[in-house]
């Protein structure tokens, strides 16, 4: 999606609609494209926060930018409540540029004490929720010849410390269903792009541990976001190192590639033993009304 001289995209008065946006990554990424002038509306299952959200971003912003902050009801693991997040913003602003799907969940512990309602609520919003944003946006970018789906994911969608067993099947399967979808949308105009950070500082990852790579802060992927839109390519690392190390780890025999990743990933299973850092943050996964924003 580069303009016609090769220039890089230009975020002014784009349309970008973001979800899981109440606080943490959703909440810089929305204040990064509003500070660069997008129109930005944010979507998070925690109406109540996600309007304060987008009342103290506009504020920050204004009279630096053009860019706006608006704030929608969404549950990404509803059809129905997905479909009116994205025509309430299109009856505000017009046709959507650019959606980022960044809603996320993670129960961290033994694949075997992990609640059987855990690993639903991963695969619902993980998952299955990337899966209908791309379907009920994609199509209408299509139909027009242009638009970007940034979805944020995780290193985990390459590699699978141990205790994160369900969220990492959810971001290989993130990762796997882009790399098919973005075959089917080539020549279309419409760019598909995955960004797999490491661990962020958010409560989505409180208690767990980074292994060899250094935490990151949610600015960094604000800020991977911005430059994936105005530069558009397919893959993102944080950090940059992570994806050819994969790519070369599996050119390993097993041996040698296990003594690599027991060097380098973390076990969150002894991370969390015996702590209740986490506590908090999984009883309120494991409710009916549990979170979906954050993203590591």
């Keep these: 999606m580069r303009t016609r001289s090769g220039q890089p995209v230009a975020l002014k008065g784009q349309v970008v609609a973001v979800t899981g946006a109440a606080k943490g990554i959703g909440r810089e990424i929305a204040r990064a494209l509003a500070s660069a002038g997008a129109r930005v509306a944010i979507g998070d299952l925690d109406a109540k926060e996600v309007r304060a959200t987008a009342t103290a971003l506009d504020g920050e912003i204004a009279g630096s930018s053009t ?4 704030a929608f009801d969404l549950d990404v693991t509803d059809t129905a409540s997905f479909e009116a997040f994205l025509a309430g913003i299109e009856s505000r602003w017009g046709p959507i540029d650019v959606l980022v799907n960044n809603a996320g969940v993670m129960w961290v512990g033994s694949f075997d004490a992990e609640p059987e309602n855990a690993a639903r609520r991963q695969l619902e919003v993980n998952l ?17 010849g242009h638009g970007h789906i940034v979805t944020i994911a995780s290193a985990a969608s390459k590699l699978s410390p141990a205790g994160e067993s369900t969220y990492a099947a959810t971001k290989h399967g993130v990762y796997g269903y882009l790399k098919g979808v973005r075959a089917e949308l080539a020549g279309s105009g419409v760019q598909m792009s995955i960004i797999m950070p490491g661990v962020v500082d958010t409560e989505l990852a409180a208690g767990t541990a980074t292994g060899a790579a250094k935490l990151l802060r949610p600015t960094d992927v604000a800020g991977a976001v911005v430059s994936v839109i105005e530069r558009p390519r397919f893959e993102v690392t944080l950090p940059a190192y992570v994806g050819p190390l994969a790519r070369w780890a599996e050119v390993l025999p097993q041996r040698a590639r296990d003594f690599l990743y027991r060097a380098m990933l973390p076990d969150q299973v002894a991370a969390v033993a015996g702590t209740s850092t986490r506590e908090t943050y999984e009883s309120h996964l494991l409710s009916d009304d549990g979170p979906t924003r954050g993203e590591s």
């Design 67 to 70: 860019g706006a902050v608006e």
């Design 128 to 144: 299955h929720g990337v899966i209908r944003g791309v379907k009920l946006a994609a199509p209408a970018m299509r139909n027009r």
